[in-house]
């Protein structure tokens, strides 16, 4: 099991919706920012949303009021809800944990595929 472990992904309409989830390990990652960035197929990764252990959000332009990211501490985990989905959001989504030390973990990514 890894630090960091998204689940979530999968294929959807344009106009559907997807709620991805990201579980960090506890004893490196309490309280931690964490963030969702993508990657698609012959392009850099990008930040899709993040947040911060005190619950401020920051988003990616191409995502900013049709994504929404939330954190539930009691389970170490964040979720990313995707709605009103575009093919262009076609791309492996992974997972960040930052701790305050510096210490950073990915997760092994998970694909979203939006058909036109």
């Known amino acids: 099991q890894g630090l960091v472990e998204e689940s979530g992904g999968g294929l959807v309409q344009a106009g559907g919706s997807l709620r991805l989830s990201c579980a960090a390990s506890?004893?490196?990652?309490?309280?931690?920012?964490m963030g969702w960035y993508r990657q698609a197929a012959g392009k850099e990764r990008e930040l899709v949303a993040r947040?911060?252990?005190?619950?401020?959000?920051d988003y990616g332009d191409a995502v900013k009021g049709r994504f929404t990211i939330s954190r539930d501490n009691a389970r170490n985990t964040v979720y990313l809800q995707m709605i009103s989905l575009k093919p262009e959001d076609t791309a492996v989504y992974y997972c960040?944990?930052?701790?305050?030390?510096?210490?950073?973990?990915w997760g092994q990514g998970t694909q979203v595929t939006v058909s036109s």
């Open positions: 506890r004893n490196s990652f309490s309280r931690s920012g």
């Open positions: 947040i911060t252990s005190g619950g401020s959000t």
């Open positions: 960040n944990a930052q701790n305050a030390l510096g210490f950073t973990a």
